[in-house]
């Protein structure tokens, strides 16, 4: 490891200087676009993709593939030679498609990656989230609880279970019901869809605007929270760097 | 082309076979030593005349026409064939006399008009070795023409063709009459008297058109049977409305623009809507900067029972044994650090005071940079946090791929700090770990929904003890389902800024980066509130006054002059 | 190879490869296959991630040589270059690559989450000024009480915002919405997976 032969407080200091220029002149576009704040998003971009490539390349590309192939020329296998063939092979031909002319070489092996990844969502669709949603739009009628309820002579409680089943459920389908685009043709009308289906999108339309407003807001307090943290970050700075509180 | 009995057949021919034919009648002879007198017989004869030879005893063509077998006069076989009688035994001056019929004396001009009458003329005192023929019986008409003197013809030779009528005996033929010989040897009854054609195939008939027009005798090719009319085109175009256009042409657009790579420009706004941007931003910028300076603490924090999801996570924790081993994922984006800080660092305290043992993991390049800075800078006063005393496996290349490869065998999977040579899972606190189900409890850290939904996906089934989740604001909507779940694949969320101060609370801490931020916070979403109530009032005034004006510019009545003025001008 | 081979031959790996996952899931014999072809799939991944490093670097780099925006270009090929040989050779854990992330990196990417604050707040002050219709003032107004009841707004609490109207709205009417939008996107998954691995979908260039 090479570390710069520079007092580490005073690295610290400035990098922390650097920080909060950084900041204001992002900071600035708020207000108006500038040159230099689109010379500070291409530095970002560039150190971005950089580290990442690097963490890529140390982490993973040397000691899956380098050091095997090193290691087997030196007569010291640490994989089986199959292994490493098949690895080697496939990193050239991914490799290709940085040439225009033999990127369809790489094609087989991107191919491999979307196999993969299909299989991989399917799999965690079904199990991960169809299966336990559509159990719970299902379950939004808690018989028991509502059974219990009326045996114990909460006739209201009764009430709000059936009437937070309907809501629920009816949002859900509802929700659904929105995408629903199948028509039937009607000459040279305009298709139009079932009476049901457009009435239960009708309402669909509703419970989306509420669900987009729910995440616009997720959204919202999110990145007021990041404005919040970097304002406070600069004054942490100025404090520091001024000796105050 | 048929010959209709009664009807002269030169009638019946098109008009430019008759043109032709006068042409040709006018054409001078062809100098070529063509012998006129000998006629030219062609050289493949019709099969009726063959039978007609064969039938009456008519000789064929002789042999040096065989030989010298001229070539066919264009058109010969357009002119009307004239058969002629078969005479055998017919005294030899009777011979001469027809062979030296008219045709004879009259130079028979090698024509297309007449060209079959080349064989009458021929030379008749040519012994021309003719095929055998049996022995025939003449017809009474025939021996009633003259006594056969006896002269037996010669099995092997017939008879020399002699003309059907000698000169002056017999007018001229006129085309399309049979000549009164040719009627003489009609067969009685053979040849229909009536046209037993169709109508439709009489060239009289109507429409007959198209390339058959003028022919008779011909087959009618419409109206009914071809119908030479232009197939009725139908149209491909695809029928669509106009609403069904639109939306195609949005559609379209949006996949054009998409393949665009969009310009680096910059955006130009108009300065009224610059200066209500930058009084927007101001406002904002100073309701977050004056708590933030005077560290005021005014605004109340929320009540525990507020969001269940929050204690979920505490009881969670707060009934971990000591030296729990706790695997964190880390897929947390940089942008979302500082906001999502307060929450990660509450509950990593908790997990740290209840004596944890903290692995980390992160499907981020960034990730373990990340865990680093908290640890190294937010958890530095904790002293677990100080003494290292946690794993951090560092980065797990390939997302859902390598979750899914992490969760099945974890000591196996491909993690940077097995790639950099160091084997963590040699260490005494990963005795016990041999699959993921072997932790206490599963903590997934992220900024984004997709990131936390995947690894509730890929590690439904892989968590028996549940998976809690701290997760930015802008998560946390689209995470809510997955508590209600049947089954639950998710036990807990701490989300945002009011997660964190929430969460301080259950753990009883007066002070925290939660607290730090609340008021800020708090402050900061009712200017938020208000610039959205005011702008939107003034969008809404603004519309009005123009839609008003608009209103009024239309019904203004226009000046209408009077009919004439008093002064009658 | 005959380019021409490549559709069918693509189209075959990635059938082959995905039927032997998802066949994988439910027969327990074929997990070290899966575990063999999934650490094919990391390191695959590591390289298509350094191959959009070589692509960016290519892209910026005929800028340069264009003379197209070639301050700008420059500034990201040096920061680029500077970036990837610091980690390359430090790690990520070293001095320089930390101090690069910690100084560089996070603040410009928190501020840029920062700035899209106020740019929301505009957006949404502009909502009724654009159009309108039932869906407008539905989502503003669900807006309106979600923020009200996200907790004290200038120090001042509004219990019936944040303890009755605001959990109804969250965890009543949006989670059923939320839930239908989860198992719509869940669907659409399926169907995506189930088009590529039976073939009908090839978004691999095959």
Redesign the interface.
Known sequence: ????EINPEL?AQI??V???V??LI??S??FRDNPIF????????????????????????LP??AYPILDQLAGTPTKDVL?LA??VG??TL??T??SARA???G?????????????????G??QG??IP??G??AGFFDVGTFDLALQGGYYGEGIQIIF?GI??????????AY?HFGAQSRGKQEPQRNIFIDALARL???????????L??G??????G??I???S?LRDVVNSLFGLQ | MTYHSGQDPEESLPDWLKALRKRQSQEPTSPEGEDSSAPEPDEEEPDWLRDIRQRYGFPESGPETDSHQKPENALSDTQPIIPSRAVETRPNHEREVFSQGPMAEEPIEDTPEQPSQEWINEEPAAEVPQPESPRREFPDWLEELGEVEGTAIKEDELAPHIPAFTEGTEPELIPGVLPSWLEAIRPGGAFPQEDTRSEEMLPSAEKIGGPLAGLSGVLPAEPDAIQSFKPPVYSARLEVTDSQSQHAAAFKKMLEEEGKPKG?QGHQVALPIRL??TL??TA?FVAVLVPLLSQSQ???R??PD?LPENAAVFNRIDVLPSEAPVLIGLDL???????TKAAITAVINHLLERQARLVFISTQ??G??IV??LLQEELANQPAGAEGNYTNLG?????M??L??FF??PR?A?V?MSA?GLNPWTSPAFDSIDSVSDFALVLVVSSNADDARIWIEQGASEFPNGLIAITSAQAA??L??YL?GVPQTLQGIVSGV?GAVLYERLRSQEVGGGRDL??A??????A??L??????LS??L??MRLERTATKITYTEPETKPAGDQLGN | ?N?RL??P???A??????????AS?LIPDL?DV???????????????????????F?VHLQKLRNKE?S???S????????????????????????????????????????????????A??????QRKD???L???????I???S??????I?LPVF??TIG?I???????????????????G??A???R??LGSD?????
Request: glycine content about 10%; hydrophobic content about 55%; overall charge neutral.
């Open positions: 490891m090479i570390s710069l690295l990098g922390l650097i920080a909060a950084l900041t992002t900071l576009y708020a689109r010379g500070v998003l291409y530095l970002f971009v560039g150190v971005a993709a950089g580290y990442t490539a690097a963490i890529a390349v140390q982490d993973v590309v899956q593939l292994d098949v690895r496939l990193t991914l490799l498609k940085l990127t369809r070489l094609s087989p092996v991107t191919a491999l990656l979307v196999g993969v990844g299909a299989a991989l969502a399917i799999g669709a079904i989230t169809l949603q559509v719970a739009a937070e809501i629920l459920l009816l949002a859900t389908t509802s929700t659904l995408f669909g339309t509703v419970f989306i605007a509420i669900a987009l407003a729910t616009f807001t959204v919202l307090q999110a990145t007021l990041a404005l943290e970097r304002v970050f | 680096d209500i941007n927007i931003g904002i005014l605004a109340p929320p009540e507020l984006q940089p942008a979302l650090y500082g906001e390049p960034t373990p940079g680093e800075r980065y797990l290349s390939g997302g791929a390598a899914r490869s099945s065998d196996s491909t940077s950099l909507p689209l809510r389902p209600q009011q609340w008021d916070y708090s402050f900061g979403l009712g938020i509130l610039l959205i109530l005011l702008g939107g969008g809404r603004t519309h | 190879m380019l490549q559709t031959l693509a189209t790996v990635a059938i082959a490869f995905g039927f032997i996952i998802l899931l997990m899966r575990n063999q072809i999934l650490n094919w799939a990391i390191l695959l991944a590591a390289i298509a991630l350094f191959l959009g490093f070589a692509n960016l290519q925006k301050a700008y270009s500034i990201l090929i040096v920061a680029m270059l500077v970036t990837f040989a610091i980690t390359l050779w430090e790690g990520s854990q070293g001095v320089t690559a930390a101090w690069i992330f910690n100084n560089i990196q996070l603040p410009i990417e928190t501020s840029l989450m920062a700035v899209l604050a106020i740019s929301l707040t505009i949404a002050a502009q909502i009724l000024q039932l869906m407008s539905v989502f503003i107004g669900t807006v309106f979600l923020i009200l996200s907790g004290p707004l200038f120090g609490e944040t303890r959990p709205v969250n965890n009543f009417l949006s989670v059923g919405a939320l839930r239908g939008l989860l198992i719509g996107v869940s669907l998954t399926l995506s997976g189930l590529i691995l090839r978004p691999y260039g095959g």
